[in-house]
C-alpha cells in the first residue's frame, strides 16, 4: 500500500509489516516490524535505532556516534574515541594509546601520554 500526502510525504506499507517513509527533504525513514527504526538524510548521514533506545549514528565524514542510557560514544576518522557518560565524564581515547579523563566540569583527571 501507498499513501501519498499533500505534504510531499509517501509512506510504503509492505506485507511483512516494514514501512518506508519518504518526507518532502528527500530523508527515507525505515520502521521495521521488530520495533527498529532506520532513517537516511540527503547528507548521507544514517541514524539507526535499536528496541532498546539506543542509537547508532553514521556520518557522511567517516564519524559515528552511539548514543545508550549509559554514554554516547564518537568514534573518528583517526582512531580516536571519546565518550561523555551519564554522569558527564569524558573519556577520549587516541590512536597513539593516550588516554584523556575529564570530569563533569571538564577538569582533567587523568592523562597518559605515551
Known sequence: E??????????KHFPDG?????FPDQTVKNLLPDGQEESIFPDGTIVRV????????????GQRELHT??????EY????VKTVYANGHQETKYRSGRIRVKDKEGNVLMDTEL
Open 2 to 11: 501507498v499513501l501519498h500526502f499533500s505534504s510531499g510525504q509517501i509512506e
Open 18 to 22: 516494514r514501512k518506508e517513509i519518504t
Open 50 to 61: 535499536q528496541r532498546d533506545g539506543s542509537k547508532l549514528i553514521e556520518f557522511n565524514n
Open 69 to 74: 542510557a549509559q554514554f554516547k560514544r564518537r
Open 77 to 80: 576518522p583517526d582512531g580516536a
